[in-house]
């Protein structure tokens, strides 16, 4: 009692600890809010505004709950940092927890790989289905299968896309080799 909420004070301890890295670029990847609430997107907005535009953001699917079009940021787009380009694509599907990659930011997301000799990292909310899976599933909660099909193959031609990074880490993270070379 009178203490502040768990979820504000880790807010706020994040906000801290990241700014005190002096990063180029921080890219939250989602979950900025617990059931897409505006005062819970502006309690984000407002601890990490000490990082001006180097934070940037997508949605997630608890951001969507309410609003699909909360915590977007334009998604799909892409920043330079240091000759890297970091493509932040929108992996939501709103009002469900599962994920998918748009034929739209597909194509997006190889113009991106193709128009660069540099690295390109993509991030977005949800994790890849694991391809070596004997399988599939409709109902997963990660990007769809088929989906991340696609993304695998945009990853290996060409072959500057050096991997995808999700949003929420629920669970200790499990390597898994995915079919493209090089790329995590």
């Known amino acids: 009692p009178g203490a502040l909420p768990h979820p504000r004070t880790r807010t706020r301890a994040g906000g801290t600890e990241t700014?005190?890295?002096l990063p180029d670029c921080v890219i939250a990847k989602g979950d900025l809010t617990c059931v897409g609430r505006e005062e819970e997107y502006q309690l984000v907005l407002d601890t990490y505004?000490?990082?001006?535009s180097k934070l940037r953001h997508v949605s997630g699917n608890h951001d969507a709950m309410l609003d699909p079009t909360m915590a977007l940021e334009g998604a799909p787009y892409v920043i330079d940092v240091n000759g890297v380009s970091l493509a932040v694509i929108d992996t939501v599907r709103p009002r469900e927890a599962g994920g998918q990659i748009t034929r739209d930011q597909l194509a997006w997301l190889d113009e991106i790989a193709a128009a660069t000799s540099g690295p390109v990292l993509v991030f977005g909310h949800h994790q890849m289905w694991d391809l070596r899976?004997?399988?599939r599933s409709a109902n997963y909660f990660g990007i769809d299968p088929d989906?991340?099909?696609?993304?695998?193959?945009?990853?290996r031609s060409p072959d500057n896309t050096a991997g995808a990074f999700p949003g929420p880490t629920h669970r200790p993270p499990t390597p898994r080799p995915q079919p493209a070379p090089n790329a995590p």
Do not use: F, K, N
Not at 147 to 155: E, H, L, M, Q
């Open 49 to 52: 505004s000490r990082l001006g």
């Open 147 to 155: 989906s991340s099909d696609a993304v695998a193959a945009v990853r």
């Open 133 to 135: 899976a004997p399988e």
């Open 19 to 21: 700014a005190g890295l």
